[in-house]
């Protein structure tokens, strides 16, 4: 088995430390148990929130359905869901508009003052519009987060393209190369750490976006539930909710970390 790394085992320090200070603080009855419980009652509150409601069946569900069938599971996957909707379809259309933008100075020009007039302007403020015009559901909270992931993508990839390097470009065409060539050959490569670095932005962009939408246009995931709790003052079950937001979005930047990685093996900004 593979050993913790001394990086690692030195991340691990400070949130270790903050929870013993937290118990110590929770036991001595420094801290209101009714306005920030301890984190064992947390944990319990998560341990319950986590497990199924009712008895296993195999004539019914296999295992793992079971497994995935607590209150928390078919939240956290409601939210996944949504994030990943949403990033996907803002994401994709800012980047092919930020590679167009960033390409050609006439569409920059024809853009930008619109781009910049919208960008400002947070996700949260379209929650009234996001509702008349699609209800309520998985739709409004889509389009508020593939808005709060758009703008991230769009302007990276936009920046990404327009600080490519001069001498790629007059190597390219010393050599021959095409417009066509030269755009998918030299000007995307080198603009795709700047494209990798809007995603994790938007990525986490999405998740804050999700967790409001939820509040305001659905009837379940991590955002609801965290609500649902505020009504009735379980303050365990709010920082129980908070965390599990918080280990999703931990997991997939780590994810998103590691693709770029991989995918920017080449680039002399992450040689060890």
């Not at 944990?43 to 069938?69: C, I, N, V």
């Amino acid at each position: 088995m593979a050993r913790p790394s001394p990086k690692a085992l030195r991340g691990l320090l400070v949130p270790l430390a903050a929870l013993a200070l937290w118990q110590l603080l929770s036991a001595k009855g420094i801290l209101n148990a009714h306005v920030l419980p301890s984190p064992g009652a947390v944990l319990e509150r998560w341990w319950t929130y986590l497990r199924p409601g009712e008895a296993f069946d195999p004539s019914q569900m296999s295992k793992l359905r079971w497994m995935l069938s607590g209150e928390l599971p078919q939240d956290a996957f409601a939210s996944l869901y949504r994030v990943l909707a949403g990033f996907l379809l803002g994401g994709g259309l800012a980047l092919p508009v930020g590679l167009a933008m960033g390409y050609s100075r006439f569409l920059h020009g024809l853009l930008d003052p619109l781009v910049q007039v919208l960008r400002p302007i947070p996700p949260i403020a379209y929650i009234p519009l996001a509702i008349l015009w699609f209800g309520l559901g998985n739709p409004p909270a889509i389009f508020l987060i593939s808005l709060g992931a758009f703008f991230p993508v769009l302007m990276n990839t936009m920046a990404g393209v327009q600080h490519v390097d001069g001498i790629y470009l007059r190597v390219a065409r010393n050599l021959g190369a095409g417009r066509m060539a030269t755009f998918l050959r030299v000007i995307l490569p080198a603009a795709t750490p700047y494209i990798l670095a809007g995603a994790r932005i938007g990525m986490g962009t999405a998740f804050i976006v999700v967790i409001v939408s939820e509040m305001i246009a659905v009837n379940n995931g991590l955002g609801f539930r965290i609500l649902e709790a505020r009504e009735y003052m379980w303050s365990d079950k709010i920082i129980a909710g908070m965390f599990t937001i918080g280990l999703l979005g931990l997991g997939i930047d780590t994810l998103m970390s590691l693709l770029t990685k991989r995918l920017l093996r080449w680039h002399r900004g992450l040689e060890s």
